[in-house]
Structure formats: structure tokens, C-alpha cells
């Protein structure tokens, strides 16, 4: 649009002559006409006024969900509203919507205009909303057109079905259930479904709301609650075996709401059970060829599912096998693995009375033969790295069945360098005996088809005189499926044992017998990097430790982003050597015990803590950015020396604000201001410091770019409003006994400092479990509480309003029948006329009861050979002994049952049952000391201390303890599957 400035034209008219004065006038209204007519002759022209333009509308398309259409919204490109007017709701905007919707308008910001609908839309419609112009923004930026968007609210769909597509094994009489999106109209809905066999014959269908004995029969979970969602499919007839039907929904099926159907047809398709036989029999182990393996089995096949006992029950075999009896399950394939003999005929006979889980009988005696061989070829031994007590002999254990030539290499390893390179690849698993001294065929005398453990002699490598050494062995053979399966092994042949600690500041070796445990002095233990280079070299005190430099102080560099370097340390003892190195695993991890770790924890030591001093800006504030960072030395704290740290801040967009390298203070911080713009996105800001790689930190350009060298931190920009009130909570006292009565007052203020009168308030109580447990020293190592807590969550809660004085008065009786104590959390949240809600809370503590039982074992473990005592007290929630307070005490020995039991397809698993018995009981009254309960432990295992007892006021006070007894006997833990 053009705007146009007019220009003052005058002269003497009446100097004129009547004619002069007709073209004079003539003459300056072509002049005007042109120049209104040609912008820009003659006159100044304006800058253009930008347009007011929506860039955004919610919801569009086609929803999946009336969840989305929740609010419908369009955003503007400038801000249209004030922000102190967001806050208001109104029932008439610029929206029109066909079909009519009623609701309520509200600004979510300053740009972006939501209407809330009253009710939820309705479903499979389509909606066109209509934005009238003109709208002005703040500025005077103007929107002169209507802009129009539209969207569909969700059309029927098929969300489940029984039988499943493409489902086997399908009944003849099978009911077909359907659940839609939505409510469907079942008389609208009838004639829209068909269905029919694969040769295209239709069956008549009846289309109803699903029966609950039909949905009972059927077992289908998703139709626990049977819904107006839900329809049910029922063929009038019988339908055939092995035959696949489609079932049918045509496009255009109706909801019970809207008037558009579904959007495309949907079919079922599944197949019925098939004619009952029995399909065959092969080797159950089908990689094997055609042999039948005694120990394997045979699989046998059928077309319908059959349930196991049913089967055994039926079938025969000549000559007889005995089944172990197990779980009953159905299937259409069985391994039968009853420990068939080698190289023996065996007649399978099927009765013609055998069933299939339909009912249908096998209506014909079936036979089947075959002929089992030998046993398949079998070798095992211990492979990897390990260690063989030399005191016990040379033997090497292998157990082997039907193998009577396997290839076998051994080498005795005797130098450093070649010690450590097999010791190296085996911790990559990359070993194999290279060079060996000894390279032929294992040819074992065994009898045929039978286990044999055979004592494989290491000597051969040995030299004369040598009774330990570090050798290596491998050995093959084939399988029954022509596979060759390998076995490595790096034998440790000693009388040493060596338990080590690897760190990057120290290391700590310590070298023991392996026969009688005794420490070994003197031992030479000479540590090596991974190229076998010489690092440092030491001997074993009296008590058979030594204190090594670690890997940074050896001045190694980590390779690997999460190991650390290798470092061997290999140990001599006279003759005798062993190598242990910084990668092995032992199975003692810290996640065992609980404890958060990180593997890599000494390969970057640098941390920090980044924040702002407020934490929420507006744009164009000004923000101050704080770090405190410290580097970790030997597991402690530190101020940096010198350090340069890269420092970047991006907005929500990932852009860019902010990108300095920093030199950290003398205190290892740093600190500096940044500006928003004023224009500054919306949403959270990153901070990012990120620390130089040490020099020790050798590492791969693919795997230096994913090392986590870097802190962060972050902070909010939003369009808010300071809040204008606050919320306080007081209670007289913060500690409670269960039964008293909890009372409070809430209250709201002006920051101004008047009362907000007579707006809602809302406050509710919640709680967690509280474990109270005495500052006193002289009531140390005591537990005071039960172990199984429960009844944590939501308590109570309620709307009221505040009174003329801005005052509302809490008041709630603490009592309930869970027993024990609890941290309990009183929030109050206040509605201002404005609709601005401002939230508090306050923690208090309830103890369960009067007095807790405290209990103390004299220790964690107890001796089955002497007495064992327990401590016990009662004390006051304040730490003060109570006396003349009445409670048991019960001792109770836990085990566990289990036993072994068979699942599906045959499969073991345990099943565990947990079984305790009382061993003591005792009657305490409490003292104003410790009460001494003593005594004897017959039976080794975990024993549990539980005591209980009623203060004045009938509130339940429980404690407990457990303990472990060693000796001599058995204790039965738990068994699990993992």
C-alpha cells in the first residue's frame, strides 16, 4: 500500500480573466490527478508499514488424538498483546469456527492466541477456523486479510484385533473381536463388514457388542473392560480347516460421532488349525545331518498344536524310555530326549487315539523308526587364563567322549618379552600358540562312548628340573556338525598367588602361597607397558606387599578413553613367575556394593560447577556467569594451577552467544557478565566449559572428540512478571509424635505488605519414610528402625479460602495404621484475582511412637562355636533413654527352598520359597542402659532380629537387624535364573 503526503498549491485566481481562470483551473486539476496517480512525482514518499502475519496454526492435518486439539492457536510474528494483559480470559476473540465450538480465548505470551474449547471436539469432523481481520499489533503492525486452516479430528481406526493378523492355528468356531478409536454405532457399523475364505466364498457374519462369556473363553486381555469401542464378529457357520479367511472394513465405516468414516479399508487375515497328523520325525539336532544323536533326541512334528502329557500318554516306544515328568505344555514341535542308547533301532508307535488341543484325533496308528549312532564327538577343557596349583602336580584336566585324534599345540613361555606379548593377547583375545614347542595329535585311549576325564600331562614343555611354568595350550577337534571348536588355554603352573590394586598414582602388589596362603618375601616384581619396555622394579616386604609407582607417575599415557594403560607386573619367586596386569577383572566391582563409578575416573580429573546468580532473565538483562572448578589429586579437591578453559554459551537454537578461552583465577574460578539481546530467544541457555586434554591423554581423533572434558550449566530467559505476593507456612514446632494434631497457619502478603484477602488456597500433605538415627555418640552402630517401611505418597488434601486477613488455619490429626515414622510435607499453593498462583512448603518430622527400640548386634558376623550377644534400648525421639518400656524380641533363622523346575520347551528354572523358623525370643523392659540379650548359635546362614512393642498412646513401634553365622554346616540362599 502506498501513502501519499499532498502539496499546497495556490495562486491569484482572481488576477484572472474568466477565460485564464477555466484553464488555469483545468489545468491544476490534471496536475493533481497525475501526481496522485504517479507516486513519488513531486511528493516524499514513507517507508512501508510491515504486516502483521501469522507464522503459526494449531492444530493442522489429520489428528491422531482429540488431545490434540485441546487448545486451537495461532502465533503471530509480533507481539499483538501487552503482556500484563495475558493473564485475562475472555469468551468472545477473532476466531470463527465452523462448526460452532464454545470456549474460552487466552493469550499463552504476548504473540501467541489459544481458544480452549468448553468440551472436547467432536470426533472424525473437519473443523475450519477462520481468523478475522483487521488485527493490530503493539506496535501498529496490521493484519487486513483473514487467514483460514483447518483440521480433522480423528476418523475411525481399527486399533486391536483377536485373532491377531495373520494368525495361525485359528478355531473353527472362533469369534472375532475388534476394538476402534472410538465409539462405533454397531447397527450403522454392520454393513461395512465382510467376511470371506481364500477361494472367495463370504460367510454370513453376525456384527454385535462383544458377549463377556465369549470375551472369557476367548482369554483376551485387551477386553478385560469391555467398551463402546468394542465389536465382536461371529460366523453363522462352521468355518473349514486349513483355509484362510479376510475379514473386511470397507473405507467409510462410521463412528458413533462425526460424519466422516474411516479413512481406507482395513482387512483381517488369519487361518484356521489344520487336519490333524503327525508330519514326522527328524534329529533333533538338525546341524548335525541325518544321524540321530542318542543324546539329542529326535523332534517330532505335527500340524496342530498337542499338549505334552497328552502325548506321552499315547506314544510307545520299542524298546522302552522312561519321560522325567515336567511341565505340560502344548506345541506342535517336541524334542524328545529320553536317553536313547547308541547304535540301537527304536520303533515310535502314535496311538489313532492321541488328540490336538482342538479335540480332533489322530484317527490312525502312526510308526516311525530310526536308528541311533554313537555319541557325537565331545571336548571340553578350561580355556582362557588361569592358574594350575603346581604343588598338586602337572595334570591338566580334559574331559572328552568319542574323539580319538585332536591336534593339539604347547608352548612353556620363559622370557619377558614372550610372557608378556601371550599374556597381552590373551587379554585381547587374541591368543594362539605360536612357535610351539610341542605340535601333534592327542590320541587318548577311551572307550567308546563314554565320558572320560583325562589327566593331560604339562611336563612335556617342562625341562628337566622345572616344576612351574607359564604355558600355553591349544587343542581342537571336530564336531558332529563338521565345525571345529577351538579351546585356548595360558596355564599358570605355580605355587604363587598375587592380588594387585591398579591406579594412576600407586600401585600395591601383594604375593601369597597358593597352598597355605602365606606371605611371600622377596618376591622380584618388575612392572612393563604394553610394548614389553622395562617401567620400574621392587621386592615384596615380610608381609608380601609392595608399593609401586602408577601408571601416571610411570609416565604412561592413556590410549583408550575408557581402560586404563597397560601395566604388567610380573612377579618371580626363584624358579616361579606369574603375571598379573591393570586390565584384568576380578568380579569385585563397585556397582556390587552399591557405589557409583565411573571406569575411566582417573583419565580426566578437572570438574566444576557452572551457574548464574539468578537463574530466569528477560531479554536484555544482563547475566553474571560463575564457575568453581577444581581438579582431583590422589581422591582430594584441588585449586588448578594455571589453567585455560574455552567457555561458550548458546541460546535455545544452539546458536552461538558467547565463545572466550578464560585463564581461571588464583582460586579456580571465573566469572563474567553477559548481555542479552533484547530480542532474545525464548527458553533455556547452555553454559559450556570445557577443560584441555592433559598430556597424558594420548587418545584417537574418533574417540578425543567423544571424551566428556566439559561441565555445563544453564539458565531461563522468559517474558515474566515478577510475583506480587508470597506465600509463608507457620508451624509452631517441626517434630511430631503419631496422634497429635498438626496445626498451622497459612498465609499470603503483598510484597507491598497487604493481606490478600479472601482468594482460593489450596494445600495438601504428603510423606515419605523417615529412618531416625541418633547423633549420640554412645548410641552408635544401633538401628532404630524396620527395614520394610511402606505408606509413602499423598496423605490429604483440601480447597479452601483465605479469610479478610489473608489467614487460613491447617489442622490435621497424624495418625494412620502404618507403622513407623515419617517426614511428612505440608505445601500451600495461593490464587490470586489475577489468577497468579504462588506455591510453599514445610517439612516436618512425625515419629512413629514415644520411644524407639534400638537394637545392636555385637557384630555382623557370629560364630556357631560361642554365644552371641544383642544390645538393645529404648529412646526417646529427643536421644534420652527411656526405662521400664515392654517389647519382644524374636531371633528368626531365613533360608531359602529351590528346587528345579521344567518350562517351556523344556527349559530349567528356578523356584525359590522363603522359609524361616524362631530360634530366640525374648521379653525386654528397658533399663537407663543398654539391656544385654546372649545367646547360642546352632545352624550357620542369615539370621534377622525383629522387635517389637506399644507406647502409651497404642501406636506400633517395630525394629530390625540381621546378622550372618559362620561355621561349619550349610546355609541355603536364594537361587534366581540370571
Excluded at 612393563?528 to 601416571?552: I, M, S
Excluded at 566444576?608 to 589429586?633: A, M, N, Q, S, W
Aim: net charge negative; with cysteine; charged share 25%.
Amino acid at each position: 500500500m502506498s501513502f501519499y503526503r499532498f502539496v499546497h498549491v495556490s495562486c491569484c485566481l482572481s488576477c484572472l480573466t474568466s477565460k485564464e481562470e477555466r484553464i488555469m483551473k483545468h489545468t491544476l486539476s490534471m496536475v493533481l490527478v497525475l501526481l496522485l496517480i504517479v507516486p513519488g512525482v513531486g511528493f516524499a514518499s514513507e517507508d512501508p508499514v510491515e504486516e502483521l502475519k501469522i507464522i503459526s496454526t494449531t492444530p493442522e492435518g489429520n489428528l491422531n488424538s482429540l488431545d490434540d486439539a485441546q487448545a486451537i492457536s495461532v502465533t503471530f510474528n509480533y507481539p499483538v498483546v501487552a503482556l500484563s494483559g495475558i493473564d485475562k480470559e475472555l469468551r468472545e476473540g477473532p476466531l470463527s469456527i465452523t462448526p460452532e465450538v464454545s470456549g474460552t480465548y487466552r493469550w499463552m505470551g504476548t504473540s501467541t492466541l489459544s481458544f480452549i474449547p468448553d468440551e472436547p471436539l467432536t470426533y472424525a469432523t473437519r473443523y475450519v477456523v477462520r481468523v478475522n481481520a483487521p488485527i493490530t499489533s503493539v506496535n501498529g503492525e496490521i493484519m487486513r486479510e483473514d487467514v483460514t486452516f483447518s483440521f480433522v479430528t480423528p476418523r475411525p481406526q481399527v486399533e486391536r484385533v483377536y485373532p491377531n493378523q495373520n494368525q495361525n492355528q485359528v478355531t473353527l468356531q472362533q469369534p472375532l473381536f475388534l476394538r476402534f478409536s472410538q465409539p462405533i454405532n454397531i447397527q450403522k457399523a454392520a454393513s461395512f463388514f465382510t467376511l470371506t475364505s481364500e477361494t472367495g466364498t463370504e460367510i454370513p457374519i453376525d456384527v454385535l457388542s462383544p458377549a463377556k462369556k465369549d470375551v472369557e473363553q476367548q482369554n483376551v486381555y485387551w477386553l478385560s473392560e469391555i467398551t463402546d469401542r468394542d465389536i465382536e464378529i461371529l460366523p453363522q457357520q462352521s468355518l473349514t480347516p486349513e483355509t484362510t479367511y479376510t475379514l473386511r472394513i470397507k473405507a467409510g465405516l462410521p463412528g458413533r460421532a462425526g460424519n466422516l468414516g474411516m479413512a481406507r479399508t482395513y482387512e483381517l487375515k488369519f487361518t484356521t488349525y489344520n487336519y490333524f497328523r503327525a508330519e514326522g520325525i527328524t534329529p533333533a539336532r538338525w546341524d548335525c545331518g541325518d544321524a540321530y544323536y542318542p543324546e539329542f533326541g529326535i523332534r517330532m512334528t505335527f500340524s496342530n498344536p498337542v499338549k505334552r502329557n497328552e502325548l506321552l500318554q499315547h506314544l510307545r516306544f520299542e524298546p522302552e524310555v522312561s519321560f522325567e515328568e515336567g511341565y505340560s505344555y502344548a506345541s506342535s514341535d517336541f524334542n524328545l530326549s529320553p536317553g536313547f542308547e547308541p547304535n540301537t533301532q527304536y520303533t515310535l508307535t502314535l496311538d489313532a487315539t492321541l488328540t490336538d488341543q482342538y479335540g480332533n484325533s489322530l484317527g490312525q496308528e502312526k510308526t516311525f523308526t530310526f536308528t541311533t549312532t554313537d555319541y557325537a564327538p565331545y571336548l571340553t577343557m578350561p580355556s582362557g587364563r588361569m592358574i594350575a596349583e603346581a604343588y598338586l602336580g602337572t595334570r591338566f584336566p580334559i574331559k572328552i567322549m568319542n574323539v580319538y585324534n585332536a591336534p593339539f599345540k604347547m608352548r612353556a613361555y620363559r622370557t619377558p618379552e614372550h610372557i608378556l606379548q601371550a599374556v597381552k593377547a590373551m587379554g585381547e583375545y587374541d591368543f594362539e600358540v605360536v612357535d610351539p614347542d610341542v605340535d601333534r595329535m592327542y590320541r587318548p585311549d577311551i572307550l567308546n562312548n563314554k565320558v572320560a576325564t583325562m589327566p593331560f600331562d604339562l611336563s612335556e614343555v617342562l625341562h628337566e628340573g622345572e616344576a612351574t611354568g607359564i604355558i600355553g595350550l591349544s587343542m581342537e577337534y571336530t564336531t558332529c556338525s563338521q565345525e571345529v571348536d577351538y579351546y585356548d588355554a595360558l596355564i599358570f603352573l605355580t605355587n604363587l598367588s598375587v592380588t594387585a590394586k591398579f591406579s594412576a598414582m600407586n600401585n600395591l602388589l601383594w604375593v601369597t602361597q597358593l597352598e597355605d596362603s602365606a606371605p611371600v618375601e622377596g618376591a622380584e616384581i618388575e612392572l612393563y607397558d604394553e610394548h614389553q619396555q622395562f617401567l620400574w622394579g621392587g621386592v615384596t616386604d615380610a608381609e608380601g606387599f609392595l608399593e609401586t609407582p602408577g601408571w601416571k607417575e610411570l609416565g604412561l599415557k592413556a590410549t583408550d578413553s575408557w581402560d586404563q594403560p597397560w601395566v604388567f607386573a610380573l612377579v618371580r619367586a626363584g624358579d616361579d613367575q606369574v603375571v598379573i596386569h591393570s586390565r584384568d577383572g576380578t568380579g569385585i566391582w563397585p556397582y556390587r556394593f552399591g557405589i557409583n563409578y565411573r571406569q575411566n575416573s582417573e583419565h580426566l580429573t578437572t570438574d566444576g560447577y557452572l551457574f548464574t546468580e539468578r537463574g530466569i532473565y528477560r531479554p536484555g538483562e544482563d547475566v553474571h556467569i560463575v564457575g568453581i572448578i577444581r581438579d582431583k589429586v590422589a581422591g582430594e579437591f584441588v585449586v588448578p594451577e594455571a589453567l585455560d578453559v574455552e567457555v561458550q554459551v548458546t541460546d535455545p537454537q544452539g546458536k552461538e552467544l558467547f565463545n572466550e578461552t578464560m585463564r581461571l583465577s588464583d582460586y579456580g574460578t571465573l566469572h563474567f557478565p553477559l548481555t542479552l539481546p533484547e530480542n532474545a530467544k525464548i527458553g533455556t541457555y547452555w553454559i559450556e566449559c570445557t577443560f584441555p586434554l592433559p598430556e597424558y591423554l594420548d587418545l584417537p581423533k574418533d574417540e578425543r572428540d567423544w571424551v566428556d572434558n566439559s561441565i555445563t550449566g544453564e539458565f531461563r530467559v522468559e517474558m515474566y512478571r515478577p510475583v506480587e505476593f508470597e506465600v509463608k507456612i507457620d508451624l509452631p514446632k517441626t517434630e511430631y509424635i503419631k496422634g497429635d494434631t498438626l496445626t498451622g497457619e497459612i498465609r499470603a502478603t503483598y510484597l507491598f505488605g497487604g493481606a490478600v484477602r479472601n482468594v482460593p488456597v489450596e494445600w495438601n500433605l504428603s510423606r515419605t519414610p523417615y529412618y531416625f538415627s541418633s547423633q549420640d555418640p554412645q548410641f552408635k552402630g544401633y538401628t532404630f528402625t524396620a527395614s520394610d517401611r511402606q505408606g509413602g505418597g499423598h496423605v490429604t488434601q483440601e480447597s479452601e479460602q483465605l479469610d479478610d486477613n489473608g489467614e487460613y488455619r491447617v489442622e490435621h490429626t497424624l495418625t494412620d495404621s502404618e507403622p513407623g515414622s515419617f517426614s511428612y510435607s505440608l505445601e500451600a499453593t495461593v490464587t490470586d484475582v489475577n489468577k497468579r498462583r504462588v506455591s510453599n512448603r514445610q517439612s516436618l518430622i512425625v515419629h512413629g511412637g514415644e520411644y524407639y527400640i534400638g537394637i545392636k548386634p555385637e557384630s555382623f558376623f557370629a560364630d556357631t562355636d560361642d554365644d552371641f550377644a544383642i544390645h538393645t534400648i529404648a529412646l526417646t525421639p529427643d536421644e534420652t533413654l527411656l526405662p521400664d518400656q515392654v517389647y519382644q524380641v524374636q531371633v528368626k533363622r531365613i533360608w531359602w527352598e529351590s528346587v528345579r523346575r521344567v518350562g517351556n520347551g523344556g527349559r530349567l528354572y528356578w523356584e525359590t520359597e522363603q522359609q524361616e523358623e524362631v530360634v530366640h525370643e525374648f521379653q525386654v523392659q528397658s533399663q537407663e542402659k543398654p539391656v544385654e540379650l546372649s545367646f547360642p548359635i546352632e545352624k550357620v546362614g542369615y539370621y534377622k532380629i525383629e522387635a517389637s512393642g506399644t507406647d502409651a498412646r497404642g501406636n506400633e513401634i517395630r525394629t530390625d537387624d540381621y546378622f550372618y553365622a559362620t561355621g561349619s554346616g550349610y546355609a541355603a540362599w536364594m537361587r534366581t535364573d540370571d
